[in-house]
């Protein structure tokens, strides 16, 4: 069984800078796409960015775009965000995901990591 797991989540001040990994373990991923959400509370779950796996396409919501760069080590199974200029706004939990789509919905991707926390104060 194949999961995924985020780490690299934290309280910081806006203006920051932080690392998110996401590694998957048990088997191959046996997908062709990972990506970010995240999920403010009593909102819904949002995309951020994906990756193609193999061929390194990626794709960002607008208000990441220019602070926030996916990235992956193949050889490590890891998919990673750099997130800089964090913003209030972008606290939430994020997520890790895997899917075999190019797509922002959340309903295409079939494999989920529990997430991990980040909180930026003013």
């Known amino acids: 069984q194949v999961q995924l797991a985020e780490s690299g989540g934290g309280l910081v001040q806006a203006g920051a800078s932080l690392w998110l990994s996401c590694r998957f373990s048990g088997g191959n991923l046996n997908k062709n796409f990972m990506g970010w959400f995240r999920q403010a509370p009593g909102k819904e779950r949002e995309f951020v960015a994906s990756?193609?796996?193999?061929?390194?396409?990626?794709d960002y919501t607008g208000s990441v775009k220019g602070r926030f760069t996916i990235s992956k080590v193949n050889a490590e199974n890891t998919m990673y965000l750099r997130m800089v200029d964090l913003k209030p706004e972008d606290t939430a939990v994020y997520y890790c995901?895997?899917?075999?789509?190019?797509?922002?919905?959340?309903?295409?991707?079939?494999?989920w990591g529990r997430g991990t926390q980040v909180t930026v104060s003013s």
């Open positions: 995901a895997a899917g075999d789509r190019r797509t922002t919905n959340p309903r295409n991707y079939d494999l």
């Open positions: 990756i193609h796996w193999i061929g390194g396409i990626a």
